[in-house]
């Protein structure tokens, strides 16, 4: 595990993810990169250059330097032999040896649609997980990481996407509480304070230092 990639369907479905796991990989010199499929923009009347600005913010904070944004509509994200070559590009271009993408069971139709590209994308790769989504349906982590040390800057990150925090919070919802959470029922399972569970659909012990 040398070049990590993390993919999403939608500007905060990474942080939300696997956002810890990033933030510790990066403080222990890994190289990461971000793409982001979709334009954020949707029948809610999201404004994609918004949602853009939040998720420079928040790789701003996670010192991530190199993002790319596919531009595809949210909502409308398809599975194809287009988008297929498009990651596996970016995966060959970058050197990417390791994968962080979507679960394949989800109850958002973009999660699923992307998951099923990055499972054919990634095939050059030694390590694919695929992480958790507030969405996510029937998920079993099989593998583990421990953020307790990155469990506030991870909360500090999903500040920055402050039209998600008002869509959840008009639905009397906390998006953060949600993803702390989340992590914290992961780290019950694995013994540990906070921790993001993965399904680990191909994985080189031998790469992980």
Avoid at 95 to 122: G, M, P, R, W
């Amino acid at each position: 595990m040398e070049r990590i990639l993390a993919i999403g369907a939608h500007p905060d479905d990474i942080e939300i993810g696997c956002g810890g796991t990033l933030t510790k990989l990066i403080t222990k010199g890994y190289y990461v990169m971000m793409l982001i499929v979709s334009n954020g923009q949707n029948w809610e009347g999201k404004n994609p250059n918004v949602r853009i600005e939040e998720q420079k913010k928040a790789c701003d904070k996670l010192n991530i330097k190199d993002v790319i944004f596919l531009g595809q509509k949210d909502g409308e994200i398809k599975a194809s032999p287009r988008l297929n070559d498009a990651i596996e590009k970016i995966i060959i271009e970058n050197n990417i040896d390791t994968v962080f993408s979507h679960y394949f069971e989800d109850s958002h139709q973009d999660h699923v649609e992307l998951s099923k590209s990055v499972q054919v994308a990634s095939r050059r790769c030694i390590n694919y997980f695929m992480y958790e989504s507030l969405t996510s349906i029937n998920f079993h982590p099989n593998c583990y990481s421990d953020i307790s040390k990155y469990s506030e800057n991870k909360k500090a990150v999903l500040t920055c996407f402050e039209s998600q925090l008002e869509k959840y919070n008009k639905r009397k919802h906390n998006l953060i509480e949600y993803s702390s959470a989340k992590d914290k029922l992961n780290g019950i399972k694995s013994g540990v304070e906070f921790a993001e569970g993965f399904y680990a659909r191909k994985c080189l012990l031998d790469s992980i230092r």
